[in-house]
């Protein structure tokens, strides 16, 4: 919905770091989501950070938060084919989930 | 998809004809929710419901009713489908702060 922001495309050449970026307003956001959508499928979840923290590693996945400036980003660290993909943004507060537009994710050779 | 399953998965309909979309869950959880995927919109929640009888609206829920007669089904009823409703249609359960996705049912309507 309009609540969360994230750029439409990305492109990016295999190995190298992938960052996608969010806003959001609502500053009541207990979690905030990153789902991975491939063609033909379902979402799958990434990950995911309580919003008192500031950063959450997961092997290549890194998630920074800045609660002051309702900022998120995932890095990807050495972008591989298999991580191309749509990527959604989410905020999750009294009990729903609202979604950014997705961001298109093109790992070229 | 975690014990969660949409039927159909595919549909074409006619416009002005009724529609039910099923989703089921074999874990009990208490919340479920019916969103659909548009292009450019990412997902958008059509309803939710918070347990057996209790359902509430989401922010695209003109056109849709659902209903929750017991805690594993949540049915999604396009009363009369219009064109603007062909889309992709998502079921999700939450659960310990997570939610798990449907594979989700295209429908078209023509």
């Known amino acids: 919905g309009e609540d969360v922001e994230q750029s439409l495309f990305l492109s990016v050449r295999e190995g190298d770091s992938s960052v996608i970026n969010c806003t959001y307003t609502d500053s009541s956001s207990t979690y905030l989501y990153w789902y991975k959508q491939e063609p033909g499928a379902g979402l799958q979840l990434l990950t995911y950070i309580f919003s008192n923290m500031d950063m959450k590693q997961d092997q290549r996945l890194t998630v920074l938060l800045n609660k002051k400036d309702k900022h998120l980003s995932l890095r990807i660290a050495d972008t591989q084919t298999g991580d191309s993909a749509i990527y959604f943004c989410?905020?999750?507060?009294?009990?729903?989930?609202?979604f950014g537009a997705g961001t298109t994710v093109t790992v070229r050779a | 998809d975690a014990g969660i399953t949409q039927s159909p998965r595919h549909k074409v309909t006619e416009t002005g004809t009724p529609v039910t979309l099923r989703c089921h869950q074999t874990?009990?959880?208490?919340?479920m929710y019916w969103y659909r995927q548009d292009p450019g919109h990412g997902l958008r929640l059509i309803h939710y419901?918070?347990?057996?009888?209790?359902?509430d609206k989401g922010e695209v829920s003109d056109g849709y009713s659902v209903s929750r007669s017991k805690t594993e089904d949540f049915l999604l009823t396009l009363e009369s489908a219009t064109s603007s409703q062909t889309s992709v249609y998502f079921c999700a359960i939450s659960h310990d702060g997570g939610y798990t996705f449907g594979s989700g049912t295209r429908l078209t309507v023509v």
């Open positions: 419901s918070y347990g057996v009888k209790d359902t």
């Open positions: 874990e009990n959880h208490r919340y």
């Open positions: 989410a905020d999750g507060n009294d009990y729903k989930l609202s």
